[in-house]
């Protein structure tokens, strides 16, 4: 676990925590690009809703839609990205971290009426085995290791 260098190598637990977090921050912006395929649903959503919105109001309050949830994603994913380097080097608030978005990640997919993508459940699902595979018992020795040498 401690190189020539005397710095510790994450084990294989971490090191798949790590590419599952990856993983799904791939999934977060493949999510992305199927938001952006869902327009014409989501005006006609709107459409249908009764609104007395003109087809000008519908299709920008489309597009306003479309690009917050999409910014909120992109830097959701960029966040997990970022947490997931720092799991990688041993950081234990990073773990808890990552812990607290996945529950809101899987938490997320039962909000809305059942309008989460296929890449959403996806994503949650690996982020989920990901949370798992940091906390066993060889990555507890890692993060108490790498916590008593900083």
Do not use: H
């Amino acid at each position: 676990m401690t190189t020539a260098t005397g710095r510790t190598t994450p084990p294989g637990t971490v090191v798949a925590a790590f590419v599952g977090f990856l993983v799904s921050c791939v999934f977060a912006v493949t999510s992305v690009g199927v938001l952006v395929g869902t327009r014409d649903d989501l005006v006609d959503a709107l459409r249908s809703s009764g609104t007395s919105m003109t087809e000008e109001q519908l299709q920008s309050a489309a597009t306003v839609t479309q690009v917050t949830f999409a910014t909120i994603a992109v830097v959701i994913a960029l966040v997990q990205l970022w947490l997931a380097f720092k799991l990688r080097s041993g950081r234990n608030w990073a773990r808890v971290l990552l812990t607290v978005f996945t529950v809101f990640q899987v938490g997320s997919l039962f909000v809305g009426e059942g309008s989460a993508t296929l890449p959403a459940y996806g994503g949650a699902a690996v982020a989920a085995l990901a949370v798992i595979a940091s906390y066993l018992p060889a990555s507890n020795v890692y993060f108490d290791t790498v916590k008593r040498a900083g």
